[in-house]
């Protein structure tokens, strides 16, 4: 009896400490944050411990757990009809509302967030976004299922969401789903912001297309690998739900590098004191230029650790434009349509979004930087019971009312 009951206080001590994570106090919600945290580092943990036992990649784990939980069918509304369906030989499910007679609507291309590695447009959270935007902007949307990580690694994540957005905005199909061609936007959160940024990029300067997006929506994109010490990384290092080394994991998985890469990339030097990078690119993401004082607090560029070795030269994907859309030159970026980026404090990867806003206004740009003081890295999608939030319900609605005044 005894036995039994000191077992289940060593239990219950031990699921709390696995639990709990220490959180800033200002953060919106706390202990829901805590508990989606908790559940997902436990699939990683048994993604991990399948890969180490042989079973399969942890990734193909987490995806298998994802689409059984949570990848849904497509279903109808009265308000909107929803089709599983492809642009560009890439699958995608689409939004379009009902009725309206020929009059010509926005359209909206949307990348899904998950490290490259994980995550569906077909996910209930995605789907139920995206019937969101097209109920409430009368807008067709297209959530893209580009190829993931690690059976496809970049280039392949990229070249799909090209070849989803040529297609989108060719004259046969803006005409299929009757949209507007003059007001059709790209959009993504995380790595799908990523996504969205980069292929915004290469459509604003290939003059070879006449229809262009006329705005990118970024939520909390994810931008450069070069500089995982800078003050955001810095100072939520240890947040949920996107810890610093889980996101460098995912950027060697994308960049098809060896994983045992981890430490090095982790330990390499800011890149503002890489001496292996010319000083040109080093500019692009100078955040002791680019970021408010507010943003840079106290921290410091990180310095030479010794035996930190050169990663830059075995992954070259780390400086590659359409891996790291922040690393582009000005002129590539002023030809970029008018910009929202929404950021988050207690995410990594704020000051990824607070550079690449700064850099598209310098650049001559539109651009509305959204900055929420209590939120973190991927709110605005985890909308859904249990892990409804207060920022994640204030930043969809005010990221549907962006939408609504500007495409
Ligand atoms: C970064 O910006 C600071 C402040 O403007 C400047 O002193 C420094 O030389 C810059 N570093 C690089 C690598 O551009």
Redesign the pocket.
Known sequence: MRLRWSGGVLLSVAAAYYVYTPLPSTVSEPWKLILLDALFRSFIHAGDAAQALGVCHSVHMLNSVVSRLEVIEPWSSPTVSVTDSALGGVPARVFQPVGGGAKLRRGVLYFHGGGWALGSGRMRSYDLLCRRMAEELDTVVVSVDYRLAPDAVFPDQYHDALAASRAFLSPEVLQRYGVNPARVGVSGDSSGGNLAAAVAQRISADDSMSVKFSIQALIYPVLQALDLNTPSYQQNHNVPILHRHLMARFWLIYLGADPSLLPHLLSSPSS?LHPSIP?SI??HL?W??LLAAKHQKHYRPVGMETGSREVTGIVPGLVDVRAAPLLAEQGILGRTPRAYVMTCEFDVLRDDGLMYARRLQDAGVTVTSVHYDDGFHGCMVFSFWPFWSSVGQRSLDNYIQWLDHNL
């Open positions: 503002l000083p080093r500019s100078n002791t230029s």
